[in-house]
Structures are given as structure tokens and as C-alpha cells.
């Protein structure tokens, strides 16, 4: 990197951060509660909203790690972006009212109100578990090899440098300080994608340009552009063909965008549940998007440099054919996805740990539980210096969850070609579960903690029983099943045990406090529009490229 690169990246490190502190300031007098750290007051926009969705998500694991996949595998890993935003109208639609109903501010919360205590504390360290060995750890890990790769520095020192950077950025304003300024964030990530996919393209079409690059790349690479992979290709185990539409990939998604406490949480932040419907919508629109910007440079990468290592190295190697200055750019535009992205983790792992396990323990209630008094302006019963204890132990959460990450990133990830699918995989572990309690806890009144705590257990085993190698004592043919398809099966089976052990074991009248009165299902008729304009997009795309 040149020197006007370096102050391009210095001048956006500054920039960012003062704004984050900018907008965690509090009025005169006003002390920051667990209601201002954890959910931004329940004051976010639409705009706020939809960008921050975008910022948690889109990180190194999606930059660096889905355009080492687009080098390898082609566009069918677009899937993952695509049909996020099909599930996001689902989120929008049939989720989040109930959520915000019942004013909800954390996953595990959810599980008590609807099943009992026990499944809350269990999906708590299942959660803290997942954020930070797998979440966080390949966020930092797969930035910092971006950032070794382009700047040239040690790969520990710039593994170091994001987490201690992304760590202090949202240290004192918490969820605020992340979703408002998200929207710089993901502005400065298209832009940089749109330049790096508009510049890579160029080079590959020469005097034919953009579109000259993408049909060269459509004509010499016509496999890199199959949606839905054959049995006999090569990385048919990676994305098995129907299962992308029709199969396991429904159940990931749901899990992580309905779900998932560190992408939910924005929505559950929102003012209103109209702001919430927006915000999944713009994100969604989004979601299309992705895609140009990440996963095409990977393929440009084919041609433009065929001999690397590790399909990892791909989007790094694009970013070094950029001229000075919008190297500069390009790079600060991928810092930014990882701090934001990193932020919202830490963010989230912070408030699991705080209000799910330590005020449980306690016996207290914060004043971010105390949703409807925060809203109203209330006092919670709790005093200021409690409230203040609360967010130290939230931030000191957040400290040691980034140093876990940082010093065993290299460990667990070191030796993968393709972190990407690294994340897919193990996360797979949990989520057909996950996807299992929440639907019934949702839509099936007669769950219990006893059905849905098999569900959830059974996740694990059976997700294990599939993935232990052969060699080690595994069954051959259960190995060989393609994750994806694992978790369909996986789903299936944990969803009739939980609904048998639910009937055998009914629950007390009383164990359900989630309320349906006064939800409504129905939507803005721009909300409607929206959902129709994305699905048709999504139809001539797959139409397309099939």
C-alpha cells in the first residue's frame, strides 16, 4: 500500500470511530442503562436498521471467505445472499411481530418466557459458545488475512489490531454506537464491492469493458456460473444441488436471520414494528446486491490470478491490481465490514452473557428487560448504580470474549482452505435445532421445555453421529451425506422428537407466557410491494442461471 492509501485507511479509522463516540453520547444528567447499551434505546430508524443487518452479517467470513468460495465453487454460493433475502420477508412478515409484541431483547428470553428457564440458560452457552469459537474467531481470523495480504503487516499483529480496534469502537455506546453508524459502514462496502467488481471485470473485457469481462467470464468459465451443482460436480457435497432452494439452506437462513441474537437484535432495537418491517426490507434489497460485490471478484480471480494457494487468498489478490488510492478505498470499505461486523458480535455476546446468565443469577431485572417501563419512560425499581454495574459487566464481557477470539483464531481456523464453509458446517451443528424450538415455541402452542430441550439436544448428537469421519470410527455413509442434506435430516428428526416428548410431557397452563393477542400478521402494502419485486428478481435469477 502506498502512503495515500495508508491515510485514506487512517482518515476512515478516525472518522468512524469519533462518530461512534459522537453518537454514544448521553444527555446532560443521564447515566447509560442496559436499555441505552443493549438495545439503543429501542430507538432505531428503518435506515439504521436495515443497514446494520447488512453490516452484522457482511464481514470478513463474507468478503474474504464467499469470494475464496466463488474462486472454487462459482455463483451457486450467491445462494447463501439470495435467498437471505426471500427469508428476510419471512422474518419481516410472521417473526417480528411476535417478537416485538411481546417485547422481547434476547433470544434466550424468548425460549423462557415461551418454555421455562432451563432452555434459556442451555441456548445461552450454545449461543456464547458459537459466537465466539466460530463467529467471532473467523470474522478476525479471515480479516486479518485480508489485511495481511493487502498491507503487508504480520498476520498476528493485524489479527490483534481488528479486535482490540473493533472492541474499543463500540465499548462505551454499545448497540447505539454499532447500528448508527452502520450506515457509513455499508455505504463505503458497496461502494469499494462496485469499484473492485467494475475494475476486475475491466481488466478481464479490455477494450469490451465491464459487460466484455463478464461474458469472457461466462464463456471460459461456464461452470462457475451454475446455480444449482450436479451430483458429479466436485463441491456438490458444499451445495447439493435442490437443497439450496427446497432444502437444508431454509433451515440455516431461518436460524440465522429469525433467530440469531446478533443479526435479531437491531429489529428488537426498533421504534416501532412498521420501522422493523422497514428495515428487513432495505436489507433485503441489499442482499441482492451482495453477490456483485463479492462473489463475482472471486470468480474474475480464476483468470485473473489462477495459482493461488488457497481460495481464501482471492479477494486479497483482486484488491492488489486496484491502482493508489482506491486501494486505499477498497481496503478501508473491507476494514469496515470486519469492524462492524466484529462490533455487532462482541455487542451481542456481551448482552447473552449479561442480562441472559449474570442477571439471571442474580435474580434481578434490568432495565432492558423491563422493556415496556424503558419505553415508557418508567423506573425499572432498579437503582442507577445497579443499572451501571449491568453494563460494566457487559463490557467486560465484551473484553474477554475478543481475547478468546484473537488467541484461538489461528488454532481452529489455521489450517482451512475455505473458512466459509468451516462456519456453514459447524454452525449446522445447532441450528436445525434452533430452527425446530423457535417454529414450535412460534406457531405450535402444545411445545414444551421437555420437547423443544430434545429437539435442541438431538441437534447436536445427530449433527455429530453425521460428521465423524470414517477413519476415526464414523459411518461411512452418513459421512458422506452433504451438510446441507445432513441438516434437512437432522431437522426432521429433531422436530418429530420434539413434538412426541411434547405430548408425552405437557407443560403446566401457566408455562406459556408468550401472548398471540393483538399480534397481527398483516402488512403495508409497501411492504407487499417490495416482497413481490424481490421475489420476481430472485425467479429471473435462478431462471437464469440455472
Do not use: C
Not at 470478513?60 to 471467505?65: C, K, R, S, T
Not at 449479561?354 to 443469577?361: G, I, S
Not at 439436544?457 to 476415526?472: K, N, Q, T, Y
Amino acid at each position: 500500500m502506498s502512503h495515500i492509501d495508508l491515510i485514506v485507511v487512517i482518515v476512515y479509522a478516525i472518522g468512524i470511530f469519533a462518530l461512534a463516540q459522537w453518537v454514544s453520547r448521553e444527555k446532560a444528567g443521564h447515566a447509560k442503562d442496559t436499555s441505552d447499551y443493549f438495545l439503543a434505546s429501542k430507538s432505531l430508524p428503518w435506515w439504521a436498521i436495515g443497514a446494520s443487518l447488512i453490516a452484522a452479517n457482511i464481514s470478513a467470513e463474507q468478503i474474504v471467505g464467499m469470494s475464496g468460495s466463488g474462486y472454487a465453487i462459482g455463483l451457486a454460493i450467491a445462494s447463501y445472499e439470495w435467498m437471505a433475502a426471500l427469508t428476510l420477508l419471512i422474518v419481516g412478515k410472521w417473526f417480528l411481530p411476535i417478537f416485538l409484541k411481546n417485547e422481547i431483547y434476547t433470544m434466550p428470553q424468548f425460549l423462557e418466557q415461551r418454555f421455562g428457564p432451563t432452555i434459556r440458560t442451555v441456548m445461552a452457552v450454545f449461543w456464547l459458545a458459537l459466537y465466539i469459537f466460530v463467529n467471532l474467531t473467523s470474522i478476525l481470523w479471515l480479516g486479518s488475512i485480508a489485511v495481511t495480504q493487502v498491507a503487508g503487516i504480520d498476520q498476528d499483529i493485524a489479527l490483534f489490531g481488528l479486535g482490540a480496534f473493533a472492541l474499543v469502537y463500540q465499548l462505551r455506546g454499545g448497540l447505539k454506537a454499532v447500528a448508527l453508524t452502520d450506515i457509513v459502514q455499508v455505504t463505503l462496502l458497496v461502494l469499494g464491492g462496485l469499484v473492485i467488481s467494475y475494475l476486475t471485470l475491466s481488466k478481464i473485457g479490455g477494450d469490451a469493458g465491464v459487460m466484455g469481462g463478464f461474458t469472457r467470464l461466462t464463456t471460459e468459465l461456464p461452470g462457475k456460473f451454475d446455480m444449482i451443482l450436479a451430483p458429479d460436480n466436485p463441491f456438490y457435497k458444499d451445495l447439493p444441488g435442490l437443497s439450496v432452494l427446497i432444502g437444508g439452506m431454509w433451515i440455516a437462513n431461518l436460524s440465522y436471520w429469525g433467530f440469531n441474537q446478533y443479526i435479531i437484535q437491531r429489529a428488537l432495537a426498533a421504534k416501532s414494528l412498521s420501522e422493523a418491517q422497514k428495515g428487513v426490507v432495505f436489507a433485503a434489497f441489499l442482499k441482492l446486491l451482495m453477490p456483485v460485490i463479492i462473489v463475482l471478484p472471486g470468480i474474475a480471480a480464476v483468470i485473473l490470478a489462477p495459482d493461488l494457494a488457497k481460495p481464501d487468498q482471492a479477494y486479497p489478490a483482486m484488491m492488489r491490481l486496484l491502482p493508489v488510492g482506491l486501494l486505499g478505498l477498497v481496503f478501508a470499505a473491507l476494514v469496515a465490514a470486519i469492524i462492524a461486523s466484529t462490533a455487532s458480535k462482541i455487542n451481542s455476546i456481551a448482552t447473552i452473557f449479561t442480562l441472559d446468565l449474570y442477571a439471571k443469577a442474580k435474580g434481578v431485572q434490568s432495565r432492558a428487560q423491563d422493556a415496556a417501563t424503558a419505553s415508557a419512560g418508567g423506573d425499572s425499581g432498579l437503582t442507577a448504580a445497579h443499572e451501571k454495574q449491568l453494563v460494566r459487566v457487559g463490557r467486560t464481557t465484551a473484553v474477554v470474549a475478543t481475547l478468546l477470539a484473537i488467541f484461538t483464531a489461528r488454532p481452529l481456523l489455521g489450517s482451512l482452505d475455505q473458512a466459509f464453509q468451516y462456519i456453514q458446517e459447524f454452525s449446522g451443528f445447532v441450528t436445525p435445532g434452533i430452527t425446530v424450538i423457535f417454529l414450535l415455541g412460534l406457531f405450535w402452542p402444545r411445545a414444551t421445555e421437555a420437547g423443544a430441550l430434545t429437539g435442541a439436544v438431538a441437534s447436536v448428537l445427530l449433527s455429530f453421529l453425521f460428521w465423524f469421519p470414517a477413519d476415526w470410527g464414523g459411518i461411512a455413509t452418513l459421512n458422506a451425506v452433504p451438510f446441507m442434506n445432513r441438516m434437512t435430516i437432522v431437522f426432521f428428526v429433531s422436530l418429530a422428537l420434539a413434538v412426541v416428548v411434547s405430548l408425552v410431557r405437557p407443560a403446566p397452563a401457566d408455562s406459556n407466557r408468550i401472548t398471540m393477542q393483538g399480534v397481527s400478521f398483516g402488512t403495508t402494502t409497501s411492504f407487499n410491494v417490495a416482497g413481490v419485486i424481490i421475489i420476481m428478481i430472485l425467479i429471473a435469477l435462478y431462471a437464469t442461471w440455472w
